[in-house]
């Protein structure tokens, strides 16, 4: 009777671990699963942000072309180049002039 209740108790500890080493081995599958999903989307994303920074900059060169600023800035707010006798000359005076001027 004793020996049969021992090997009982051994074999349901033994079923037990078991199950343990199952249910573990199993969890670190899925887990792993999980995070190659992850990654692979992680890089999807990664591909969607590299193009759209390379069409931004695209836009940004485009944006910052003189040559369109210039036409906005004459088409659309109605800027003119200054006629001659519109421009102001200004004259910067030397370095030695300005510091004894100050004194």
């Known amino acids: 009777m004793m020996k049969k209740k021992s090997s009982n108790r051994m074999w349901l500890l033994m079923t037990f671990i078991a199950f343990i080493l199952i249910f573990t081995y199993l969890s670190l599958n899925l887990k792993s ?7 692979q989307e992680l890089f999807e994303k990664e591909q969607e942000l590299k193009e759209e920074i390379t069409k931004l900059q695209a836009e940004k060169a485009s944006l910052l072309n003189l040559d369109r600023v210039e036409k906005v ?3 659309k707010l109605g800027y003119q180049y200054p006629q001659p006798d519109q421009f102001i000359k200004v004259f910067a005076e030397s370095a ?4 004894t001027n100050g004194r």
């Open 96 to 99: 030695n002039s300005e510091q």
């Open 73 to 75: 800035v004459i088409e």
């Open 33 to 39: 699963i999980d995070s190659g999903y992850e990654m």
